[in-house]
């Protein structure tokens, strides 16, 4: 990503951070944090020190972080009818997941197909509380527990969700609540000792870390699923496998930048709404969705009705601007949405994705607003408001 184009697709990855990377390369070198040698000693040092930085984030305890290979790893492994508490068994028999989720626990994990309920989301994108709450009362708790899962903030279009209210059914219910924080953390505060979930899932390419690395966390580990991965005993007996210790150490690193890094949301705020303006500027009839909740300050999804999403992006990459088309998950497939679907729209244009970080500067706006007012050059001047 060198400086002459500007990259506005923080939420596909963010850009990997110095320390970050200055962490993963030093953890390159290490023994396997499983062996008792001085070596072995000092990689696990390595692994702990991430492992509390990453508990930090999101203000739980060390010893209830497992790490995976990343979010959908966690998800898999989390989303399973099949559960232990100490040596008992613990059985959920039917998943509830948000329509608008990502296809990692939108998919249901380990759960046969027929046990996925869906729960919608209104037309700006929140979770529907009483569509949840009509669903977890048919809930038939002879046959197990309910398990739910819920985005904190929606990868397209940065709408927040309200988690503590969410939790609050799912606990009126019995159930348990599993909360994909990956684009939440560092952008909004959510701490899992406040009511918002049992379980949170994250990542940590979103937060400036290697690609390939994530983690579960809960309140506590008296209840955890069967592993996905079985073998040696690492991460507890959680998830199996040596560590990816390099990339371990660099989300530490950058989970420990996001937990300081709060006081950037208003200037990203600021430079969202300045896009967002120059937007409806030059194509009066754009539709910006969510714009009326609670969303990221980093994140904007937008429709210019008549401007196919893949026509405005490929202008926007001729212009050495990267946006994207939603999600950045389907091996660069640009198609419907399911989350704009399940909000109800379902133009054909699609839809386009800016999502900023803190490096994010006046500039690269500015270089997106003059790309703009090309593309609405090129076609002839602006087209009057829908
Ligand atoms: N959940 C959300 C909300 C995401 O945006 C993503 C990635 O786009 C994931 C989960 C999957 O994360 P990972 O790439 O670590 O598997």
């Known amino acids: 990503m060198t400086k002459t184009r500007t990259y506005l697709d923080y939420n596909a990855s963010a850009p990997l951070l110095a320390e970050a990377r200055a962490a993963a390369i030093a953890a390159l070198d290490s023994a396997n944090p499983s062996s008792v040698h001085s070596e072995g000693r000092a990689a696990r040092q390595m692994a702990d020190r991430a492992r509390r930085s990453v508990a930090a984030l999101v203000g739980g305890e060390a010893e ?8 959908t790893e966690a998800a898999a492994t989390l989303l399973s009818p099949d559960w232990r508490m100490g040596r008992s068994a613990l059985r ?29 989301v209104d037309v700006n994108g929140i979770a529907d509380l009483a569509g949840l709450e009509s669903v977890l009362a048919q809930h038939d708790r002879e046959a197990g527990l309910p398990l739910v899962a819920v985005h904190a903030a929606n990868n397209e279009t940065g709408v927040i969700q309200p988690v503590q209210e969410i939790a609050r059914v799912v606990k009126a219910a019995g159930g348990v609540l599993i909360v994909d924080a990956v684009q939440a953390v560092g952008r909004i505060s959510i701490e899992i000792t406040n009511d918002c979930g049992d379980f949170f899932i994250l990542s940590a390419h979103k937060i400036g870390g290697p690609k390939g690395v994530g983690a579960f966390v809960g309140r506590s580990d008296l209840m955890m699923p069967v592993p996905l991965i079985t073998g040696g005993g690492q991460e507890k007996g959680h998830r199996a496998g040596t560590e990816n210790l390099s990339g371990i150490a660099g989300f530490g690193a950058a989970a420990e930048i996001a937990a300081a890094g709060f006081d950037a949301m208003d200037a990203m705020r ?16 754009a539709i910006i969705h969510g714009k009326s909740v609670a969303r990221l300050a980093n994140t904007s999804l937008f429709t ?6 893949e026509t405005a992006l490929i202008a ?8 994207s088309s939603g999600s950045a998950c389907s091996s660069g497939r640009v198609g419907p949405s399911h989350v704009l679907k399940a909000m109800g729209f379902d133009a054909e ?30 076609r002839g001047g602006r087209p009057k408001a829908a």
């Open 349 to 378: 244009e699609g839809a386009i994705r800016l999502s900023t970080g803190p490096e994010t500067t006046q500039a690269d706006i500015g270089r997106f607003e003059a790309a703009l007012a090309d593309i609405a050059a090129r």
């Open 316 to 323: 926007f990459d001729l212009a050495g601007i990267a946006v």
């Open 304 to 309: 210019i009705p008549g401007l196919k999403a």
């Open 64 to 71: 209830h972080v497992i790490f995976t290979s990343g979010a």
């Open 270 to 285: 600021n430079l969202r709404d300045k896009a967002e303006a120059a937007l409806l500027q030059q194509f009066p009839g």
């Open 92 to 120: 959920f028999s039917k998943l509830y997941v948000c329509e608008a989720d990502h296809a990692c626990t939108l998919g249901g994990g380990r759960f046969d197909a027929g046990d996925v309920v869906r729960f919608g």
